[in-house]
């Protein structure tokens, strides 16, 4: 068995999902061994996603943990045995890890909900949006790696072409803050009007008049899987970015993306606010 030096985001959930199973089960990792005739670092290296699985096993261990969800199992097995190397590798080992994880989780969903309060969803951003955004980091970042996070970022961009459907909550703050000059402000509004005419994309807005709102805490994203148990959410922090994947999590941020969007403008409404807030520019 080859080890994995590194795993990402999607291997370490399939581990995580598997040892869950096997948890629900009430079974050892011994026990579970010993159902496949292997030794118990096997299934620690498996469960740890420092090794993969084979559909076979996935599957003999799914029937010895009484899984009957063949959705769910079927699922696992997409992820399993997936070899797709995506255009994020080409940035492995020059970015951070996370970067390549969001893209990765991307490429895989099914659906995918932005909420933002400060800045404009990332797969909405300008070149020069995004450039001025990475530039006021703290730190500062060294020229050739705010160059690097700017293409990737532009590149990540591509999956809206397939990507379906893709919905975006942004409160009215972020169409205001300028990041960057004035110019770029005014091509960011216009970039995140032609996006929202597309039949798969939708753009509401959360009006600063809006009284008593207390709905969200910071930005969140939902990306959805084949089967919603292996849906995922992301949130971004200054220390950085962590994937949710618990089934309570999960509904919490479901709830949370829910209310927001009840309280949004409706994207009539919110093309207009947004066509507005241009023109003052």
Not at 70 to 87: C, H, Q, S
Not at 136 to 161: C, F, G, T, Y
Request: hydrophobic letters at 45%; proline letters at 4%; one cysteine or more.
């Amino acid at each position: 068995m080859v080890l994995r030096r590194e795993c990402t985001a999607r291997q370490l959930r399939l581990a995580v999902e598997l040892r869950r199973l096997r948890d629900a089960a009430g079974l050892s990792a011994i026990e579970a061994a010993a159902l496949l005739g292997v030794n118990r670092v096997q299934i620690s290296h498996i469960e740890s996603g420092l090794a993969g699985v084979s559909e076979e096993r996935l599957r003999r261990l799914a029937a010895h943990y009484s899984c009957t969800d063949e959705a769910f199992i079927d699922a696992l097995v997409v992820m399993a045995t997936d070899r797709t190397r995506g255009w994020w590798e080409e940035y492995r080992g020059l970015l951070p890890t996370a970067f390549l994880d969001l893209a990765e989780l991307e490429y895989h969903a099914t659906y995918r909900r932005d909420v933002e309060f400060l800045f404009i969803p990332g797969l909405l951003q300008t070149e020069d949006y995004a450039r001025a955004a990475f530039s006021s980091r703290v730190p500062e970042l060294p020229p050739a790696e705010l160059d690097l996070r700017v293409r990737h970022r532009m590149q990540r961009k591509v999956i809206l072409e397939s990507l379906a459907p893709y919905q975006a909550v942004i409160h009215e703050a972020a169409l205001r803050i300028r990041v960057g000059d004035r110019a770029t402000a005014r091509a960011q509004l216009t970039r995140v009007l032609e996006l929202s005419e597309a039949d798969h994309i939708s753009v509401s807005v959360i009006p600063f008049d809006l009284d008593g709102f207390g709905g969200a805490w910071s930005p969140m994203m939902l990306a959805g899987a084949t089967v919603p148990k292996l849906d995922t959410a992301v949130r971004d922090a200054l220390h950085g970015t962590g994937f949710i994947d618990s089934e309570a999590q999960l509904g919490v941020f479901r709830t949370v993306f829910r209310r927001v969007v009840d309280v949004s403008l409706d994207p009539g409404k919110s093309r207009d606010l947004i066509h507005r807030l241009a023109k003052e520019l």
